[in-house]
Structure formats: structure tokens, C-alpha cells
């Protein structure tokens, strides 16, 4: 948070960035890039894309937190791992969170001097099928000892309730484990007896598997975030395509505005975090990019 002139507060802008990167060294059967390689080509032009992002948010006078939304994993490829670092040591940067599967290395994490590294958030996704439990675990414990703080999250499958259950069990219990709805559900894939101890894991699970109507309803999307490409073309968010401008060539007093929500719903988090009538943004507080709680 900045202060303002006047003496209120005034809110950093959240950039949700989302490059050209759509690789992903996993295979999970419901995602469209599951193992899809990108060329060296594609993933030079995504590091000066990331590289250009950056040294952006370097000479800004305003309040920024960055949430990297990639189509694929990044903390695999260095530059991700590169900016994340540098973003963090940027006085005016509030958070840098990231959506990984975590199975990129971590030692860089370590190296960080611990004012930056205290900006870090990792939205952390397990994967049954692709990493066993031990592993993934014992990487959440590596995040805990680096002092490196994170959420963790599954899509809840049927075929991944015993995981979840046991995944609960072994993580602190501070950390919080959020479910998202699988996407591809029809009337009745989740039982009443199932739903009882999911909504008991994750209490904002509902908001997942039925979302709250959105059209007309207040968002910070458009006002107090954006959402930026490799190109520097902005959106008010990922699920709403109008384009506002461009990072690089307008200025933002200029696009930034109340808008209202245009969807009929909105069922992903990134998107319904910055709804202005649901309680994310006071439950999640200064960790709401990375859904980590306080």
C-alpha cells in the first residue's frame, strides 16, 4: 500500500502477466498444454518479453504487486526464476507471486536476501499423477525452511481424494490447501457426502464449483489490476478480452477506472479474487495474488 497525498491509502496495482511461455514438463490429462514444448525461438522471444515486463516495473513511481500466470510451468526456465528475483528487490514492488507445479529448483529462493524473499508467493498446484506425494511434499517443507510462503492446491478430481486427504494430513496446518472445481463436471459429480469434507478442507470451495453470478457486479479488474501479455496489450483480466491499451505506450491514469463485471460468472480465483462483493480481498489481505492466507 502507498500513502496518498491526502494521507489515504491507496491500493498497488496488481499486474497479472501471462507471456508467450506454454510449456509445461507435466501431462495432466485435462489441461491443453500438458507437455507441450515451446522452440528456442518461442522461449528467447518469451525471456525479452519477461525482461521488457521487468525493467517496466523498475522505473514506476506507484505501488506494484505481479502475480506470473503462465500457460505452462515457468520456474523451470530461468528467466522467470531471474525476474521473480529482481521484482522482489524493487522498492515499489509490494508482492511477486507465481502459479507453479513447484517442480522447478528452489535453491535461487534461498540466495535472496530476506526483505525480498519476504515479497515471494508461490500458488503451488499438486499433481497426483505427475509427482509422487513424498516429493512434493518435501518441497513445501524445503519452502518452509527457506522462509518462503505459499498455498497449495489440487483440482479436485474424484481419483484425487484419497490424495487429498493424505496431502492435507502431512502439510502444516497453516498452510492453506484450496480446491478447485474440476471444469469438466456434470450435474452430480460431486456427491452431498463428498462435499461435506471438501468444503471442510477448503471453505471457499463453493465459490469454485458455483460461482457467484458476476454481471454488473463491482471488480477491482480495470480499476486497481490489469492484466498484461508479452506484448504489453492490457485487459481489465484474463476472461474478459476488450483491450484497454498497452503497457508500454499509454498511460495508466488513463485506463484505469471502476469497471463492472461484464461475465455471467466468473469460476477462477484469479478472476473473482478482485470482486468487489466477495471477501477475498479482506481474507487474503496482502496475500491474495497467491490465495495465502495471513
Known sequence: ????????????????????????????????????????????????????????????????????????????????????HTLATLPNVRQVALQTNLSGPLSWLADMDEASRAKIGLWCTYHPDQTTLARFVERCARLDAIGVRYSVGVVALREHYDAIRTLRAALPSHIYLWLNAYDRRGPGYYAAEDLAWLDAIDPWFAQSRRPAPSRGKGCLAGEAALSVDGDGTLTRCHFVPEILGNLYQDELADLLQERSCPRFKCDCYIGYAQRKDLPFQQVFGAGVLARILP
Open 1 to 84: 500500500m502507498l500513502t496518498a497525498a491526502n494521507g489515504a491509502l491507496a491500493l498497488a496495482l496488481a499486474l497479472l502477466y501471462r507471456g508467450t511461455l506454454s510449456s509445461c514438463n507435466y501431462a495432466c490429462n485435462y489441461c491443453p498444454f500438458a507437455k507441450k514444448q515451446d522452440s528456442r525461438a518461442v522461449l528467447a522471444r518469451d525471456a525479452r518479453e519477461v525482461g521488457r515486463f521487468t525493467a517496466w516495473v523498475a522505473v514506476q513511481d506507484r505501488a506494484i504487486s505481479v502475480l506470473f500466470t503462465p500457460w505452462g510451468e515457468a520456474l523451470v526456465r530461468r528467466h522467470y526464476r531471474t525476474a521473480m
